[in-house]
């Protein structure tokens, strides 16, 4: 049976892979985002529907929140993907603007769009946030890293909150993910060089592979698999 899938940020990188592998299944899936016209593009490539929203503003979520529940009436998957580093270095004089900045981008994001559907889950929802390997390895001395970190222990408690409902909440942590938006345009052969040497298996990550991890996690095969924080950054955490 066809499910409904919503995905954040689903007009380009990953969240374009997760929509894409959920579609390859038959299901409905809904990209969100801010570009209208990538996520249109996306949409009509993907057989999707587009709702275009800045999810970091409650007044776009809740008509998100009201277009979801007119059309479906209730969710299977929710995938919290938007989000980027946005923050330029600076001085003491801009810092907490910069810091609320990746907030918005990466905390509000996920945290609005959940909290105004959760209760639109069907039983045996899933919820995927997409954190960065920067929650656990930092990120240079920007605020990404713990914005992205911050997601983790919300995970934590919303896993318990909707585990007696059989909805499953899981975090996915990539690492140097190529053909995506995130480096802001190619990276210098140098750099490269750098991230894929502290992988494992000696090769970037594709968006592809993130979107196996997710389509997995929300599969009947990942049920049991609950308030994780699932890697998929070629064992670069660990430091190499």
């Known amino acids: 049976m066809a499910r409904t899938i919503v995905v954040s940020g689903g007009g380009t990188g990953i969240g374009r892979a997760v929509a894409a592998r959920f579609a390859a299944d038959g299901d409905q899936v809904v990209i969100v985002g801010r570009r209208a016209d990538v996520l249109e593009k996306t949409a009509a490539e993907l057989g999707a529907l587009a709702l275009p929203a800045d999810l970091s503003d409650p007044a ?6 009201g277009e979801l529940a007119e059309r ?4 299977d998957v929710l995938v919290n ?3 980027g ?3 330029m270095r600076g ?14 981008a990466n905390v509000l994001t996920s945290v609005l769009p959940t909290e105004a559907l959760r209760d639109l889950l069907n039983p045996a929802g899933r919820v995927v946030f997409l954190s960065s390997i920067a929650a656990l390895r930092g990120s240079g001395g920007t605020s990404y890293g713990p914005m992205k970190a911050a997601l983790h222990p919300y995970a934590y408690d919303l ?3 909707l585990g007696p409902r059989g909805i499953t909440v899981n975090v996915v942590a990539p690492g140097f993910i190529e053909d ?5 345009g190619a990276l210098d052969d140098d750099r490269r060089a750098t991230l894929v040497a502290q992988t494992c298996t000696g090769r970037a990550g594709t968006p592809e592979d993130v979107a196996e991890t997710v389509h997995w996690l929300a599969s009947p095969g990942g049920g049991h698999v609950t308030a994780q924080v699932v890697q998929v950054n070629g064992g670069a955490e660990r430091g190499r």
Request: glycine share 10%; net charge negative.
């Open 60 to 65: 776009d979520v809740e008509r998100v929140r």
């Open 85 to 87: 580093n946005v923050e």
């Open 159 to 161: 896993a318990a909150a």
């Open 81 to 83: 993907n938007a989000g």
């Open 180 to 184: 995506t938006e995130f480096f802001g």
């Open 91 to 104: 001085g003491i004089d801009d810092l907490a603007e910069r810091w609320t900045a990746n907030f918005r």
């Open 72 to 75: 479906f009436g209730a969710i």
